[in-house]
């Protein structure tokens, strides 16, 4: 008798999870990042859940929630965006980005963290780095990421076909 091992079926190869606006709130860079890879990604013939895509700017905050959560578990990767200052919102215990970090973190998921917006030069960080640069804004999570190899890379225009190439090879 023969043993076949199943792959699971996902109906999509990523989730991307990203801040909306700026620290201070009126910039959107975030969403206009996160509707490029999309798109970039897309291109590659990949499905990807973005959530601007998905759902209305009406939808209440406990819907989203509910909606993040049910397409987490039919998402095989995660890709976080990071830009300058997303992460200062991490005090607040109800902050929904921080959410997705720690629902990220905690899973079994390949997690690719794509910071944008850096100084030009700037290397991505290693875990080490990551988890330090975290701790400042919330431990819990630079905890988590310390325990976790995160695939993190610095976006440029420069290097987005080059990243998302890899991204999609890696799957």
Known sequence: MTVQTL????????IIFYRWTSPDGTYERGRVIARLVTE??????????LDQLEMQRTTTPTQVVGKIAEIFLKVPQVIILAGPGDWLRFSD????HRWEWELSLQSDKKIWLLQYGLP????????TELSKSLRGHCPRIAELASK???????LTMDNIDEILREITEAY
């Open 7 to 14: 792959t699971p079926f996902y109906p999509y190869d990523y």
């Open 40 to 49: 970039m990604l897309k291109k590659r013939s990949r499905q990807v859940w």
């Open 93 to 96: 215990s109800n902050d929904i």
């Open 120 to 127: 030009e030069g700037m290397c991505a960080l290693s875990d």
């Open 148 to 154: 976790k190899d995160i695939q993190a890379r610095v």
